[in-house]
């Protein structure tokens, strides 16, 4: 099993549509989760950590479920502008770094 | 702007060929990262350094050798490039956040090519 997985995708879905991404890690002792943004050519950059309460920022909610090992990312009234591959990234323990899984892709289309 | 910062953005090498991709970070960080990103791969740790002085492999670091010549820079050298090697190059920096997790930054990336 590989340690962050991801459905690659791509999630093709109309303007305003709700999407949701989820991930699995196999590690069960992982300690911090985190959800990054790709756009095409362009680095990573962080979108949000995923707390163990769930945390949400505007249109964007993320949840951790640490019994089945699975985060997800919710994505309200989605813009043509959240086009991009989302990364799912855990750190299995504090000093050490972090590991990607390979990353989903979102096309919003009008 | 503050950030990192990598070079060069791009770079065409022949196979056997030698060369060392710079990277440099402004934000006081302790810890540094190269990865390399392939389609349908992701990005793969090559080598990381928690702090200044200290080095260790990741998940691919064949063909590779780092430096962490101070606090700011961490550079990447390829002794004998391979075709193999041609990728995406991203560099990263990291701060620990709550619960002491650690948020990379990334450098905008170097692509090489070796033919």
């Known amino acids: 099993r590989k340690e962050v997985e991801q459905d690659p995708g791509p999630f093709n879905v109309p303007e305003g549509a709700t999407v949701a991404f989820n991930c699995t890690y196999s590690?069960?002792?992982?300690?911090?989760f985190f959800w990054y943004r790709q756009d095409c050519r362009k680095e990573p950059k962080l979108l949000m950590s995923?707390?163990?309460s769930g945390n949400e920022d505007g249109r964007f909610t993320a949840q951790l479920n640490r019994a089945s090992q699975y985060i997800s990312l919710l994505i309200r009234d989605s813009k043509l502008s959240d086009s991009a591959t989302y990364l799912c990234?855990?750190?299995?323990?504090?000093?050490?770094?972090?590991?990607f899984g390979k990353g989903t892709t979102l096309s919003v289309s009008s | 702007n503050a950030g990192v910062t990598q070079t060069p953005k791009f770079q065409v090498l022949k196979t056997g060929q030698s060369m060392t991709l710079q990277c440099a970070q402004d934000m006081n960080h302790n810890s540094m990262y190269w990865y390399r990103q392939d389609p349908g791969m992701g990005l793969r740790l090559i080598y990381y350094?928690?702090?200044?002085?200290?080095?260790d492999k990741g998940e691919v670091p064949n063909g590779y050798n780092v430096s962490r010549l101070n606090k700011r820079e961490f550079s990447l050298r390829l002794e004998s490039a391979a075709p193999s090697q041609t990728s995406v190059y991203f560099c990263?920096?990291?701060?620990?956040?709550?619960?002491?997790?650690?948020?990379?930054?990334f450098g905008a990336g170097s692509r090489l090519t070796v033919l």
């Open positions: 990263a920096s990291s701060r620990l956040a709550q619960g002491g997790a650690n948020v990379l930054t």
């Open positions: 350094s928690a702090s200044e002085g200290t080095t």
């Open positions: 590690n069960s002792a992982s300690q911090s």
């Open positions: 995923v707390y163990s």
């Open positions: 990234v855990v750190n299995f323990q504090a000093g050490t770094a972090l590991i």
